[in-house]
């Protein structure tokens, strides 16, 4: 069993910048690929960020060169870096892992609202 705890998200004003963390308990870390997902009303869930078992990344191309995805081993967490947030960032972001040898995300944390005004 994988438990996900997302926290860090809230309303700013554009081009303000936050940080997500999400804390991964109960198997693992280092064999679990994470990663960001976001959904906005009324839109399709969006990957967002990933970031492989060794600290690959791979990024959506709306928020490269905006957004970085880490991972901290010692603490078991994954962070996302948004800096120059815009109003279409606005959306639910979750966090998701996935063991290296499976292809779904098939765990998820409970989501954080991130709002960004304009």
């Known amino acids: 069993q994988v438990d996900l705890a997302e926290s860090g998200g809230g309303l700013v004003q554009a081009g303000a910048f936050l940080r997500l963390s999400c804390v991964f308990y109960?198997?693992?870390?280092?064999?679990?690929?994470m990663a960001w997902f976001r959904q906005a009303p009324g839109k399709q869930r969006e990957l967002v960020a990933e970031i492989s078992t060794t600290g690959g990344e791979t990024y959506a191309d709306s928020v490269k060169g905006r957004f970085t995805i880490t991972r901290d081993y010692a603490k078991n967490t994954v962070y996302l870096q948004m800096n120059s947030l815009k109003p279409e960032d606005t959306a639910v972001y979750y966090c998701?892992?996935?063991?290296?040898?499976?292809?779904?995300?098939?765990?998820w944390g409970q989501g954080t609202q991130v709002t960004v005004s304009s």
């Open positions: 109960g198997a693992t870390f280092g064999t679990y690929i």
């Open positions: 998701a892992t996935r063991h290296c040898n499976t292809f779904q995300y098939n765990f």
